[in-house]
């Protein structure tokens, strides 16, 4: 019952944020249904994390790295990035996702799965790609208001041979255990844009990236 409770409150603020983003989706009694199109051909993804400027300074600059190596582009379409601290509380958390969220041209976010951040992207209708977590989220249909699936967890991959040194080149110092991961997360997400039948329909995104 405090779950309910618990996730009603949260899905509330997603609710306002669609409200007032512009974000796409609806709200009813039944739930929030999101997705939609971003306008135009400029798309944003977010990265959450705690402490975006410090402990996880490297997973973050990893994430840009990768985007420069595409031009900031993915197919058609040119790309932003926003990093916002994710906090260490239930509140903060839902905070950063409302704001994220809010953002008129979001398509995908790249945050870990917990009870927060994974029922607010699914219910906002957005593709998260979740480097880390619980992965069992993924795959809990009480955590997947929408009744659909937006999470996709990030598998095991490769990045370029010389990922250390142009990252050094880049920031000036060694990347640290786990900006791999960062690289990653940003590169499959921009491959679903690419992929996508509209790279600016967050439908097509999650399709593209789960199928």
């Known amino acids: 019952m405090a779950a309910t409770a618990r996730h009603r409150a949260l899905l509330s603020l997603v609710a306002a944020a669609l409200v007032l983003g512009g974000c796409g989706g609806t709200t009813s009694e039944g739930g929030i249904s999101g ?3 971003v306008i135009g051909r400029t798309v944003t993804v977010y990265s959450l994390t705690s402490d975006p400027a410090g402990a996880n300074r490297d997973f973050v600059d990893a994430q840009k790295l990768a985007l420069s190596d595409a031009g900031g582009r993915a197919g058609a379409l040119a790309v932003n990035f926003t990093s916002l601290d994710l906090g260490d509380d239930d509140t903060l958390q839902a905070e950063a996702v409302r704001r994220a969220i809010a953002d008129p041209q979001i398509i995908a976010a ?29 795959s809990d249909p009480n955590e997947l208001p929408s009744g659909k699936p937006t999470i996709a967890i990030l598998g095991t991959g490769a990045t370029p041979p010389d990922f250390e040194r142009r990252f050094q080149q880049a920031f000036g110092r060694e990347p640290a ?3 791999e991961r960062g690289y990653l997360a940003m590169q499959s997400i921009l491959k679903a844009i690419a992929d996508a039948r509209a790279g600016n329909d967050r439908t ?4 593209a990236y789960l199928n």
């Open 35 to 37: 997705g939609g199109k």
């Open 110 to 138: 790249i945050v870990d799965a917990n009870t927060v951040t994974v029922p607010l992207f699914n219910a906002a209708g957005l593709l998260q790609v979740a480097p880390g977590g619980d992965t069992r989220l993924a």
């Open 204 to 207: 097509s995104v999650i399709d």
């Open 177 to 179: 255990a786990g900006a």
